[in-house]
């Protein structure tokens, strides 16, 4: 987060995975070595037909982290100008969308439940319509940006 004369915020939300690739590769040559085994001792049992289903879970685990690290290339940049709030959102380095809000008329909306500490979703309210922000982000940090961007639409934009 910046600031120069002409803006007077910026945040690039990103979802975050604790996963790294080395980790990925150990976690699957792991689960690949214990699935070989199982999958031997089942064949030497007679009970071969087993083998290619302890394959297959490989495969889906495989698919699913593709999918997971595909998801962890969104990103949502936000920038409050003197004038107005710009969301941009890209997927996988293509702009999908780029949406402007009047900054007076923009508001930031939170779902709470404090009585039992829930955090729901952040939305930008701008002519009686939500747009949601930051869906990936954890409850701490949607609520760290709520607060962010409130406080940076209230600065005076002389």
Do not use: C
């Not at 910026?10 to 070989?36: D, E, H, W």
């Not at 003197?82 to 900054?103: P, V």
Request: no cysteine.
């Amino acid at each position: 987060m910046s600031e120069a004369p002409d803006q007077t915020f910026r945040a690039v939300l990103r979802p975050y995975r604790s996963l790294g690739r080395k980790g990925f590769i150990i976690l699957m040559a792991a689960l690949i070595g214990l699935n070989f085994v199982a999958g031997t001792a089942f064949y030497l049992l007679g009970a071969w037909p087993i083998a290619p289903f302890l394959g297959a879970d490989v495969a889906l685990v495989w698919w699913a982290f593709r999918k997971n690290y595909a998801d962890a290339l969104k990103e949502e940049r936000i920038e409050v100008t003197a004038h107005e709030l710009i969301l941009q959102r890209f997927d996988h380095d293509k702009q999908r969308e780029e949406l402007h809000f009047t900054r007076s008329w923009v508001k930031v909306e939170l779902e709470e439940d404090k009585e039992r500490d829930l955090i729901g979703g952040l939305y930008l309210r701008f002519r009686g319509e939500r747009t949601e922000i930051g869906r990936f982000l954890g409850a701490h940090d949607r609520k760290q940006v709520a607060d962010l961007l409130r406080a940076a639409l209230a600065k005076p934009h002389i």
